[in-house]
């Protein structure tokens, strides 16, 4: 059985920076693409960012250009995302998955809230 276990997440003000990790119990996990996701309050779950396994290729979607940065330590089997500069609009649960994620990976996610 699959666990994706996030943490990280918290209240900061506008401008600040959190970092998440995300601790896969996956097997494959070195050699699988990983993502991060994000779900707001009364919003569709959205893609925020990916890592490949082989060459570390990262993807973000455009709102987080330039502020996030996906990182992995396959060692220990875990994915980061470094955000900075953040903004109220960046509040949501963030998720961590494969990418393209697994509908049996996802996790409880952690609350990422930014207040203005």
């Known amino acids: 059985q699959v666990q994706l276990v996030e943490s990280g997440g918290g209240l900061v003000q506008a401008g600040g920076s959190l970092r998440l990790s995300c601790a896969a119990s996956?097997?494959?996990?070195?050699?699988?693409?990983m993502g991060w996701f994000r779900q707001a309050p009364g919003k569709e779950r959205e893609f925020v960012g990916s890592?490949?396994?082989?060459?570390?290729?990262?993807v973000y979607t455009d709102s987080v250009k330039g502020r996030f940065t996906i990182s992995r330590d396959n060692a220990k089997r875990t994915v980061y995302l470094q955000m900075n500069d953040l903004k109220p609009e960046d509040t949501a649960i963030y998720y961590c998955n494969t990418n393209p994620p697994n509908n049996s990976y996802w996790g409880q996610g952690t609350q990422v809230t930014v207040s203005s």
């Open positions: 890592i490949t396994w082989r060459l570390e290729n990262r």
């Open positions: 996956l097997r494959t996990f070195s050699i699988s693409s």
